[in-house]
């Protein structure tokens, strides 16, 4: 059985940094590329960023892209998202993402985990 953890979501201020991490477990980690999503209070959850199983390869949304930076440690099943320069639109319910091949751009997200909630005040 697949699980994904998030942790390190927080308050924080307008330009602060955060970093998020999500510990996979159940199969082989470094098989499946992963992803970052988010839900912004009333609105539909949104992509935010995903990385290939190697690293090789990343992807980001416009909104976050030169801000957030994602990363992998395949050695310890875990994604993280490193949040620079925070702004209050930033603030969601983070969710981890697996996907069910070794690159996002050629399989779908299969495992979600349960949200790291990130608050920025202004």
């Known amino acids: 059985q697949v699980r994904l953890v998030e942790s390190g979501g927080g308050l924080v201020q307008a330009g602060d940094s955060l970093r998020l991490s999500c510990a996979a477990s159940?199969?082989?980690?470094?098989?499946?590329?992963m992803g970052w999503f988010r839900r912004a209070p009333g609105k539909e959850r949104v992509f935010v960023a995903s990385?290939?199983?190697?690293?090789?390869?990343?992807s980001y949304a416009n909104s976050v892209k030169g801000r957030f930076t994602i990363s992998r440690d395949n050695a310890k099943s875990t994604v993280y998202l490193q949040m620079n320069s925070l702004k209050p639109e930033d603030t969601a319910v983070y969710y981890c993402?697996?996907?069910?091949?070794?690159?996002?751009?050629?399989?779908?997200?299969?495992?979600w985990g349960q949200g790291t909630q990130v608050t920025v005040s202004s």
């Open positions: 993402a697996s996907y069910s091949d070794g690159y996002y751009y050629t399989g779908e997200t299969d495992y």
């Open positions: 159940g199969r082989t980690f470094s098989n499946h590329a």
């Open positions: 990385i290939s199983r190697g690293a090789g390869s990343t």
